[in-house]
């Protein structure tokens, strides 16, 4: 079975989109494990679709964002991220 080791940057984007997007226990236990350098995720475990579930809510909110207001260049820069993330999750994302 493969395993996803999220970098610094990634943790910090599944960070914001796990405190958004994910509600109490689950969300603390989330936030505890992405705090730990060395947290790797087995694909396909629970923990795994639910960081899935996170990142693509927060990608389809940033998209959203991006359309309020398509002058601001911190979204565009953001929403990159985040798209790239949510492909490691799922290849086909689109």
């Known amino acids: 079975m493969s395993l996803f080791k999220p970098t610094s940057e990634e943790r910090a984007t599944l960070k914001k989109a796990v405190?958004?997007?994910a509600h109490d226990p689950i969300?603390?236990?989330l936030l505890s494990h992405l705090d730990l350098e060395d947290t790797e995720y087995?694909?396909?475990s629970e923990e795994w679709n639910k960081l899935k579930?996170?990142?693509e809510q927060y990608h389809l909110h940033m998209q959203v964002?991006?359309?309020?207001?398509?002058?601001?260049?911190?979204i565009k820069?953001?929403?990159g991220q985040v798209d790239?993330?949510?492909r490691k999750f799922h290849p086909n994302f689109s």
């Open 27 to 29: 969300k603390s236990h």
């Open 77 to 79: 820069t953001q929403l």
């Open 19 to 21: 405190g958004k997007f």
């Open 84 to 86: 790239a993330l949510a």
């Open 53 to 55: 579930f996170c990142i």
């Open 42 to 44: 087995s694909i396909g």
């Open 65 to 74: 964002e991006l359309r309020r207001d398509p002058a601001k260049k911190a």
